[in-house]
């Protein structure tokens, strides 16, 4: 048999190992837990989306009220609440409710300060085994960046937060502290639902409903992900403004060579 008859042969069967691959993959998946989500109309979504500052302010509140006391917010610092209509004033007023760890001193000592605009959000717990031992062994994960590490993004939050039964369904027997989400993979979850009608007294008066309150604290956590988003879509804008015409005058500065050519 010839090199390349080996060759290809060789070829062939990784190829066909490949498809094989895909296949039980795509049928695992398929048969899985996974849910439908359903897609929400967010601002921030398309070429031109922006952050709903309401709706980022009101998010926020939820965030420090419900979420703030279990979970972290580690890339977020104080400072950044000015971005989405804070005042300077107000955040100093935040971030003084909060202890920093700082030092060491003249006498080379550690000591606790209030935190300040520049200081990152104060995590709840000192670690993560303190923050396990305070939840029953679970450990409430931090929320910077959650909206880009789960699959579906803001929707899959807004699911996760709306989608809670008070009962699993016949069959299903949940474990010990755990609650039945139709979203989360395996649909038992160790965090008890976080959410309902009027569990946060908005400050604008919105009404506080449980569909009001994931939509809000989504947006906020969108923006914590991706603080930077406004500013990086209207720089994209720009650049394809200016391909645009730089096109348009490559291609009349080349009509008009052509053109003294013939």
């Not at 008066?205 to 009001?212: C, F, M, R, S």
Request: proline share 5%; with cysteine; charged share 25%.
């Amino acid at each position: 048999m010839s090199i390349s008859m080996k060759l290809s042969r060789t070829l062939g069967t990784a190829f066909t190992g490949l498809l094989l691959a895909a296949a039980i993959s795509t049928t695992a998946q398929a048969s899985g837990d996974s849910v439908k989500l359903e897609k929400q109309d967010w601002s921030f979504n398309g070429i031109f989306g922006t952050y709903d500052r309401g709706a980022l302010k009101r998010g926020y509140q939820i965030y420090s009220e419900v979420c703030v006391s279990c979970h972290s917010l580690n890339y977020v610092a104080y400072r950044n609440l000015m971005d989405i209509g804070f005042e300077e004033d107000n955040v100093k007023e935040i971030a003084a409710e909060f202890e920093v760890e700082d030092g060491p001193n003249d006498e080379g000592e550690m000591y606790l300060r209030p935190a300040r605009p520049s200081d990152r959000f104060v995590a709840p717990y000192a670690n993560e085994k303190a923050s396990r031992a305070a939840n029953n062994g679970a450990f409430p994960p931090d929320l910077s960046l959650m909206v880009k590490a789960r699959k579906g993004g803001p929707d899959y939050l807004y699911g996760l937060l709306t989608r809670y039964q008070e009962e699993a369904p016949d069959g299903m027997e949940l474990a010990d502290g755990m609650s039945y989400n139709e979203v989360f993979p395996g649909h038992q979850i160790a965090m008890a639902q976080p959410l309902d009608d009027d569990a946060v007294e908005y400050e604008d008066g919105t009404p506080a409903t449980l569909v009001q309150h994931a939509k809000d604290v989504t947006t906020f956590l969108a923006w914590a992900a991706s603080p930077e988003m406004e500013q990086r879509k209207r720089l994209g804008i720009k650049v394809m403004l200016f391909l645009f015409v730089w096109t348009g005058m490559l291609i009349a500065l080349k009509k008009k060579i052509w053109a003294k050519l013939h």
